[in-house]
């Protein structure tokens, strides 16, 4: 028992440490995705206390965090140097889709929120 | 500057082959256009069937009144008293791109019409979808197999059967999306682009727009990305690939009024919530997995498995006492009776009826996929060398179109796409293979020719290595063209035993020098490419006899051959004109569902039930009365206010499509909500029978009356062409129904409601207001028995 909290700590200190090295550019990608997850979370509590009448509203409020979460994890994947795959992309083109796709995302909520 | 020149002639025959290319490309279109337009040709532009009528009928609105009245649209024309909101029921896919086309061919004062832009959309769009599938088929296996599965879909019998010039129906465009969609998936996949991702749910939003079958897309993709997690083949593109589009789509699948809230709410789609939830924890791990050592990974491991077992479990109970507890928010009957075919027999008689939800038969594969049915093996086994990531789609695809087929013959048309990229895959390998071995022998031939010693030289050479045996394979192989000179017979025999023993050893050879393309013999590649280019003239043969004479009915006209000459059957538009001409604008006609698309489009009038058949209780009381005597009949249609009755009979001219063969149907679902019709009252020993020995029940039911009013004046005997027997009650009267119209061939009847009777005598006043407190409860629908 004691080694399995002794892992614990372990894995977490590591954890911790391997994250530290990333680059900031990473790390404020990071930010931005944990944001808008905790903003859909908030908009989940409301929904659960007040009620989901509007609910055409409420689905756009929720997918377009959520929307919003997976395209910067996708743009993290694409500028991330660690990944061979991605190695000849520019970044800035890797940001072009990355706003090009939120526009599209974007248009279609203000048309759902009704 | 040797190489220079080969590489400009290469990048020249590039260049060259470029534009070959887009040459086949551009007849290929031709031809997808031309061999729809045999109807056409034979008939006339005109809109076939019964579901292109109201979707022509959407258009005109559409053309006439701009999008915002269509969008908002109650149609009070149908499903008389209820009506119908073709804003929110109507996928708008087809009208919109129809409508498109219309007003930007008249702003280019092009004046074409609106029935002609909705006759030629879907030869239109089966041009496009022919593209779209030469862009599928080259990203998962090559330009080659791309043209080829491109020209084998521009005349795919399956595909011209539901687009024929006139079949302007949902299909026609979304065949075209379907394919689109999965070559932008295909794309992302391969190329891990956002911006391709974009596209992806753009055109996964018209797809939506299109056509029910959207449903095939959301958990075919899932269950391809789960495909690739299991196999191992997960990468961050597969994630660019799938998780925007599940966000992004279901957004835009929600936009549609039809779909609405289905798409988070219907069962249809937990498919792709469930996978989007499985891929983010596949990257979480792989992430993890990339930033730690090996050993504390495995800790990690034991450590999450052990709690996320326990919340897994948790959560999955909740799920599925979810779905459980509401079953109607679960499947739809459509789904249900996809994944369980007796489903729809059992519970959903109306969905039991339509034939085109009916099994396919054997032959009908070969009918429609032809020589296709036999190279899809071939393309799977070529799928899988090697295998990526899209030919485990190609597939995917394939198996799942297979087994939706096998359930409904409608569905082969999903099949037809899949089979054409297999059967393109597997033409454009063996050609591959074929010509090479053509193109090998011929330079060895010629080389070997043009400078003998020093060949013989290099060819003993190359083969120092090898063993003794093989040396002498090899120098028989190199007397060759010697022997070549001399007879051919022996030449033939000896090259195929030494081909033989060659290739056997060409294994061992090619794993120790440069590699050695694997090679068949050159006359047996010769015969193969030749059998292989008469398999394709049989194929194209095939579809266009297909096209010509089994898929070009526009079915509102009919014709015949006979001894002296063609007999033009227009009946149907004869009925529909009497009707616009002869009747009130407000007057209701009743008929059963098949005719009220029809009805409503070509006569302009009211009608109590048509093909939605969204109101299963409506349909059934059109069927009950259709059952009924007839005073119990005139009495439902009155309270429907009803002023015409239409019935379509063949029994003159032998068209077996009438409402008398249709009948047990009627019988069956108005049973199944009016429980004092039974199907057994109808039938004679089990038996369905029209003539001297059928039920009493059958011998007075309105339909029966109806149709063979005034039949035994034809002939005087009655004889039923389509039944082929004389008729049981031959000289009758209609007490409460006149008839006002018959069509030349007798295939349409239409009759008139008669008017209550002013002044009742006798007992009859009795009846009468007996039968008044019946007719409104009739009127109420309640399951008791009216006239008892």
Same mark, same amino acid.
């Given at each position: 028992?004691?080694?399995?909290?002794?892992?614990?700590?372990?894995?977490?200190?590591?954890?911790?440490?391997?994250?530290?090295?990333?680059?900031?550019?990473?790390? $404020?990608?990071?930010?931005?995705?944990?944001?808008?997850?905790?903003?859909?979370? $908030?908009?989940?509590?409301?929904?659960?206390?007040?009620?989901? !009448?509007? !609910?055409?509203?409420?689905?756009?409020?929720?997918?377009?965090?959520?929307?919003?979460?997976?395209?910067?994890?996708?743009?993290? $994947?694409?500028?991330?140097?660690?990944?061979?795959? !991605?190695?000849?992309?520019?970044?800035?083109?890797? !940001?072009?889709?990355?706003?090009?796709?939120?526009?599209?995302?974007?248009?279609? $909520?203000?048309?759902?929120?009704? | 500057?040797?190489?220079?020149?080969?590489?400009?002639?290469?990048?020249?025959?590039?260049?060259?082959?470029?534009?070959?290319?887009?040459?086949?490309?551009?007849?290929?279109?031709?031809?997808?256009?031309?061999?729809?337009?045999?109807?056409?040709?034979?008939?006339?532009?005109?809109?076939?069937?019964?579901?292109?009528?109201?979707?022509?009928?959407?258009?005109?609105?559409?053309?006439?009144?701009?999008?915002?009245?269509?969008?908002?649209? #109650?149609?009070?024309?149908?499903?008389?008293?209820?009506?119908?909101?073709?804003?929110?029921?109507?996928?708008?896919?087809?009208?919109?791109?129809?409508?498109?086309?219309?007003?930007?061919?008249?702003?280019?004062?092009?004046?074409?019409?609106?029935?002609?832009?909705?006759?030629?959309?879907?030869?239109?769009?089966?041009?496009?979808?022919?593209?779209?599938?030469?862009?599928?088929?080259?990203?998962?296996?090559?330009?080659?197999?791309?043209?080829?599965?491109?020209?084998?879909?521009?005349?795919?019998?399956?595909?011209?059967?539901?687009?024929?010039?006139?079949?302007?129906?949902?299909?026609?465009?979304?065949?075209?999306?379907?394919?689109?969609?999965?070559?932008?998936?295909?794309?992302?996949?391969?190329?891990?682009?956002?911006?391709?991702?974009?596209?992806?749910?753009?055109?996964? #939003?018209?797809?939506?727009?299109?056509?029910?079958?959207?449903?095939?897309?959301?958990?075919?993709?899932?269950?391809?990305?789960?495909?690739?997690?299991?196999?191992?083949?997960?990468?961050?593109?597969?994630?660019?690939?799938?998780?925007?589009?599940?966000?992004?789509?279901?957004?835009?699948?929600?936009?549609?009024?039809?779909?609405?809230?289905?798409?988070?709410? +219907?069962?249809?789609? &937990?498919?792709?919530?469930?996978? &989007?939830?499985?891929?983010?924890?596949?990257?979480?791990?792989?992430?993890?997995?990339?930033?730690?050592?090996?050993?504390?990974?495995?800790?990690?491991?034991?450590?999450?498995?052990?709690?996320?077992?326990?919340?897994?479990?948790?959560?999955?109970?909740?799920?599925?006492?979810?779905?459980?507890?509401?079953?109607?928010?679960?499947?739809?009957?459509?789904?249900?009776?996809?994944?369980?075919?007796?489903?729809?027999?059992?519970?959903?008689?109306?969905?039991?009826?339509?034939?085109?939800? *009916?099994?396919?038969?054997?032959?009908?594969?070969?009918?429609?996929?032809?020589?296709?049915?036999?190279?899809?093996?071939?393309?799977?086994?070529?799928?899988?060398?090697?295998?990526?990531?899209?030919?485990?789609?190609?597939?995917?695809?394939?198996?799942?179109?297979?087994?939706?087929?096998?359930?409904?013959?409608?569905?082969?048309?999903?099949?037809?796409?899949?089979?054409?990229?297999?059967?393109?895959?597997?033409?454009?390998?063996?050609?591959?293979?074929?010509?090479?071995?053509?193109?090998?022998?011929?330079?060895?031939?010629?080389?070997?020719?043009?400078?003998?010693?020093?060949?013989?030289?290099?060819?003993?050479?190359?083969?120092?290595?090898?063993?003794?045996?093989?040396?002498?394979?090899?120098?028989? +192989?190199?007397?060759?063209?010697?022997?070549?000179?001399?007879?051919?017979? =022996?030449?033939?025999? *000896?090259?195929?035993?030494?081909?033989?023993?060659?290739?056997?050893?060409?294994?061992?050879?090619?794993?120790?020098?440069?590699?050695?393309?694997?090679?068949?013999?050159?006359?047996?590649?010769?015969?193969?490419?030749?059998?292989?280019?008469?398999?394709?003239?049989?194929?194209?043969?095939?579809?266009?006899?297909?096209?010509?004479?089994?898929?070009?009915?526009?079915?509102?006209?009919?014709?015949?051959?006979?001894?002296?000459?063609?007999?033009? #059957?227009?009946?149907?538009?004869?009925?529909?004109?009497?009707?616009?001409?002869?009747?009130?604008?407000?007057?209701?006609?009743?008929?059963?569902?098949?005719?009220?698309? *029809?009805?409503? =489009?070509?006569?302009?009038?009211?009608?109590?039930?048509?093909?939605?058949?969204?109101?299963?209780?409506?349909? =059934?009381?059109?069927?009950?009365?259709?059952?009924?005597?007839?005073?119990?009949?005139?009495?439902?249609?009155?309270?429907?206010?009803?002023?015409?009755?239409?019935?379509?009979?063949?029994?003159?001219?032998?068209?077996?499509?009438?409402?008398?063969?249709?009948?047990?149907?009627?019988?069956?679902?108005?049973?199944?909500?009016?429980?004092?019709?039974?199907?057994?009252?109808?039938?004679?020993?089990?038996?369905?029978?029209?003539?001297?020995?059928?039920?009493?029940?059958?011998?007075?039911?309105?339909?029966?009356?109806?149709?063979?009013?005034?039949?035994?004046?034809?002939?005087?005997?009655?004889?039923?062409?389509?039944?082929?027997?004389?008729?049981?009650?031959?000289?009758?009267?209609?007490?409460?129904?006149?008839?006002?119209?018959? +069509?030349?061939?007798?295939?349409?009847?239409?009759?008139?409601?008669?008017? *209550?009777?002013?002044?009742?005598?006798?007992?009859?006043?009795?009846?009468?207001?007996?039968?008044?407190?019946?007719?409104?409860?009739?009127?109420?629908?309640?399951?008791?028995?009216?006239?008892?």
């Amino acid at each position: 028992m004691a080694k399995g909290t002794n892992d614990a700590k372990l894995l977490i200190q590591s954890l911790r440490k391997a994250y530290a090295a990333t680059p900031t550019s990473l790390k $404020i990608i990071d930010l931005y995705v944990v944001y808008a997850v905790a903003t859909a979370l $908030i908009q989940v509590a409301y929904m659960a206390m007040v009620g989901s !009448f509007p !609910f055409n509203s409420f689905l756009s409020g929720v997918l377009s965090c959520v929307g919003t979460a997976v395209l910067a994890v996708c743009l993290r $994947i694409q500028v991330n140097k660690d990944n061979k795959e !991605f190695k000849d992309l520019p970044p800035e083109r890797a !940001f072009a889709d990355f706003v090009l796709c939120n526009l599209v995302l974007h248009l279609v $909520i203000m048309n759902f929120l009704g | 500057m040797a190489t220079s020149k080969v590489e400009g002639s290469s990048s020249l025959r590039h260049a060259f082959g470029g534009v070959l290319s887009v040459f086949i490309l551009l007849l290929i279109g031709v031809v997808a256009f031309s061999i729809r337009l045999f109807s056409v040709i034979k008939y006339e532009s005109v809109i076939h069937e019964f579901d292109p009528y109201f979707n022509y009928r959407v258009t005109q609105f559409l053309s006439k009144n701009g999008i915002y009245d269509f969008w908002n649209w #109650f149609d009070d024309r149908t499903w008389y008293p209820l009506g119908r909101v073709i804003g929110g029921t109507v996928y708008p896919g087809l009208t919109l791109t129809a409508g498109t086309m219309w007003k930007l061919a008249n702003s280019l004062n092009i004046p074409l019409s609106v029935e002609t832009v909705c006759v030629f959309t879907a030869p239109i769009f089966s041009a496009f979808a022919a593209w779209a599938t030469y862009l599928l088929t080259k990203e998962v296996k090559g330009t080659g197999a791309g043209i080829t599965a491109a020209a084998i879909l521009a005349m795919v019998p399956s595909y011209i059967s539901r687009s024929v010039a006139g079949s302007y129906d949902n299909e026609a465009v979304a065949i075209f999306a379907l394919i689109f969609t999965f070559y932008l998936y295909i794309k992302t996949l391969n190329t891990g682009s956002l911006f391709y991702a974009t596209l992806n749910s753009l055109a996964y #939003f018209y797809m939506v727009c299109s056509w029910g079958g959207y449903t095939f897309i959301i958990n075919l993709i899932p269950m391809h990305v789960l495909l690739c997690i299991v196999t191992g083949r997960y990468s961050s593109r597969l994630y660019i690939a799938y998780a925007p589009l599940v966000v992004l789509g279901t957004l835009l699948a929600a936009l549609v009024p039809v779909v609405g809230f289905n798409a988070v709410m +219907t069962s249809e789609h &937990f498919g792709s919530f469930l996978v &989007f939830i499985i891929i983010h924890v596949v990257a979480l791990v792989y992430y993890i997995k990339g930033i730690l050592t090996p050993r504390l990974f495995k800790v990690a491991t034991t450590l999450v498995l052990t709690v996320g077992i326990a919340v897994c479990a948790v959560v999955v109970a909740i799920l599925v006492a979810l779905v459980a507890s509401s079953p109607t928010k679960g499947w739809s009957g459509r789904s249900l009776s996809l994944l369980d075919p007796t489903y729809a027999s059992k519970y959903i008689p109306i969905i039991a009826s339509v034939s085109e939800h *009916q099994p396919p038969t054997w032959p009908s594969y070969f009918m429609d996929i032809n020589v296709l049915a036999f190279l899809v093996p071939a393309g799977i086994v070529a799928c899988f060398l090697p295998l990526s990531d899209a030919s485990s789609f190609a597939v995917l695809y394939l198996v799942t179109s297979v087994y939706f087929s096998g359930v409904m013959v409608r569905l082969m048309l999903v099949l037809a796409p899949a089979a054409c990229i297999m059967s393109g895959i597997a033409l454009s390998e063996a050609f591959g293979v074929l010509t090479r071995s053509m193109k090998f022998h011929i330079t060895k031939y010629f080389e070997c020719s043009h400078t003998e010693a020093p060949a013989k030289l290099g060819e003993s050479t190359s083969t120092e290595s090898s063993a003794p045996l093989e040396n002498m394979t090899k120098s028989d +192989t190199t007397e060759k063209p010697e022997v070549a000179r001399k007879e051919k017979v =022996a030449r033939r025999k *000896q090259k195929k035993e030494k081909e033989l023993t060659e290739n056997a050893h060409v294994k061992p050879v090619s794993a120790k020098k440069e590699k050695r393309p694997l090679v068949l013999p050159l006359e047996a590649s010769i015969v193969s490419v030749f059998l292989l280019i008469v398999l394709g003239g049989l194929y194209v043969l095939h579809c266009v006899w297909a096209a010509a004479e089994a898929y070009s009915a526009p079915s509102i006209v009919l014709t015949s051959h006979s001894h002296d000459g063609l007999h033009v #059957f227009d009946d149907f538009r004869e009925a529909y004109a009497w009707l616009r001409h002869n009747t009130e604008v407000d007057d209701k006609v009743a008929s059963w569902w098949d005719y009220g698309y *029809q009805t409503t =489009a070509m006569a302009n009038r009211t009608v109590i039930v048509d093909n939605n058949t969204w109101n299963n209780t409506h349909i =059934a009381t059109v069927g009950t009365a259709m059952s009924s005597p007839e005073k119990a009949a005139w009495e439902i249609f009155n309270s429907l206010d009803v002023k015409y009755v239409l019935v379509v009979f063949g029994g003159l001219v032998g068209y077996p499509s009438d409402d008398i063969n249709k009948f047990l149907w009627m019988v069956r679902i108005g049973g199944g909500v009016f429980p004092h019709i039974k199907e057994a009252d109808y039938l004679k020993d089990g038996q369905y029978r029209v003539d001297a020995q059928a039920t009493h029940t059958m011998l007075n039911c309105l339909m029966y009356k109806l149709s063979y009013y005034r039949f035994v004046e034809t002939d005087g005997k009655g004889f039923d062409r389509v039944r082929r027997y004389e008729i049981g009650k031959k000289h009758f009267k209609l007490t409460h129904f006149e008839e006002v119209f018959t +069509t030349h061939h007798w295939m349409v009847r239409i009759y008139k409601l008669k008017p *209550q009777k002013n002044r009742i005598r006798g007992k009859s006043r009795k009846s009468k207001l007996g039968s008044k407190s019946t007719s409104s409860k009739s009127g109420g629908m309640t399951h008791k028995n009216p006239w008892n």
